[in-house]
């Protein structure tokens, strides 16, 4: 089955810096590679996904890229906010229908002022 | 905006006792899924719902947990003789088609 790794375990930087974590999938089936932030005490909310016919995807501050023969992908966020701060999953997932996603280790983001 | 409810939001029970997770998906979406989270580590797939019945499910998922969608609104998450490692944050999600999973706030259950 799928297994997805996740990098860094923690990551600190300072305001306006940007910040990218990165991620690997095994099976190459998955087409679809969403990432949430988590706040504490809160479920996961989606931030952006990518599906494979793409290979980036911008939504303001925050990107994704994608390299399916790679078979990884990253979040890029340029110009962090402390408001940033908080743990980052990515997942993967067959694109066919719908599918359990198989989610990463997170990633603990802490943007200091 | 659209989002997935869940109750309640902490559940306190003792080893052996039976829980109900209650959940209610966003309102035009078909697919249903319970994930589960232990503190301080990644998000883990239980199970996933459609069309009344399961489509389908981990290897945590079992004969202890049962799911199912009472009415056309709420979808529930049984867990029959809790366990201490049971004790986890449950998550309920919901999909359209496109697979794009909106998550709820999450039910803590503490089991003593």
């Known amino acids: 089955g799928e297994n997805v790794e996740q990098h860094p375990s923690t990551l600190s930087v300072q305001e306006g810096d940007s910040a990218v974590i990165k991620c690997t999938y095994s099976?190459?089936?998955?087409?679809?590679f969403p990432w949430y932030k988590q706040e504490l005490g809160k479920g996961p909310q989606l931030i952006i996904d990518i599906r494979s016919n793409v290979g980036e995807k911008k939504d303001q501050r925050i990107a994704v890229t994608l390299n399916k023969t790679a078979k990884h992908f990253s979040l890029h966020i340029t110009e962090t906010q402390p408001e940033d701060s908080a743990v980052y999953f990515c997942?993967?997932?067959?694109?066919?229908?719908?599918?359990?996603?198989?989610f990463g280790t997170g990633t603990r983001l802490l943007v200091s002022p | 905006e659209p989002e997935v409810t869940q109750t309640p939001s902490h559940q306190v029970t003792q080893m052996g006792q039976e829980v109900i997770l209650r959940c209610v998906p966003i309102?035009?979406?078909?697919?249903f899924y319970w994930y589960r989270q232990i503190l301080g580590q990644k998000v883990e797939f239980l199970v996933s719902?459609?069309?009344?019945?399961?489509?389908?499910k981990s290897e945590i998922f079992d004969d202890q947990f049962s799911v199912e969608r009472p009415d056309g609104s709420n979808f529930t998450l049984k867990i029959r003789s809790t366990k201490l490692e049971d004790s986890a944050m449950y998550f309920c999600?919901?999909?359209?088609?496109?697979?794009?999973?909106?998550f709820g706030a999450g039910t803590r259950l503490s089991v003593l």
């Open positions: 997942a993967a997932s067959p694109n066919t229908g719908f599918q359990k996603l198989v």
């Open positions: 099976d190459s089936a998955s087409n679809y």
């Open positions: 999600a919901s999909s359209d088609y496109q697979n794009i999973q909106y």
């Open positions: 309102s035009n979406h078909l697919y």
């Open positions: 719902f459609y069309n009344n019945e399961i489509s389908e």
